[in-house]
């Protein structure tokens, strides 16, 4: 199944249903027999009940005014929308610069913070503070792995 760009695999483990991130798979090795799908198995309905289980477990999510460089706007709509709370969209805010003012409410805080960062420049998270705050220790983070 895709999210957000993001591939995962739907697969039992121990008799329990688990989602695994394609990208963290380091490994895999072809077994002789085959693997069994349960009878009458819906796969949409099993992924979207793990992702909802994921979902609760992670922090609350994050109501957040951004500032986007004008010619970026339509960008951060089209990459924030799959992370944003269902139903809801990007709200224009008044500016008083150039730079047109975004509000969204992100599903999950940690989301907010890796889509947003990956604006780099383009994007200033105004507010809420603690999502500026945290945006600031990832970027550090990645300056002291690819620095």
Avoid: N
């Amino acid at each position: 199944m895709e999210q957000a760009g993001r591939w995962y695999l739907v697969a039992a483990h121990r008799g329990a249903a688990r989602m695994y991130r394609v990208s963290r798979v380091e490994q895999a090795d072809v077994l002789e027999e085959a693997a069994e799908r349960p009878e009458g198995l819906d796969v949409r309905a099993e992924w979207e009940r793990l992702r909802s289980g994921l979902e609760r477990q992670l922090p609350v999510g994050a109501d957040v005014l951004v500032r986007v460089r004008p010619d970026r706007v339509e960008m951060v709509r089209r990459i924030a929308t799959p992370m944003l709370v269902k139903g809801e969209a990007a709200r224009d805010v008044p500016a008083d610069d150039e730079w047109p003012r975004l509000r969204m409410h992100f599903r999950v805080r940690e989301a907010a913070c890796g889509v947003l960062l990956g604006f780099a420049g383009d994007v200033e998270v105004l507010e809420p503070a603690g999502i500026r705050a945290r945006m600031l220790e990832l970027a550090k983070a990645a300056v002291a792995t690819y620095g």
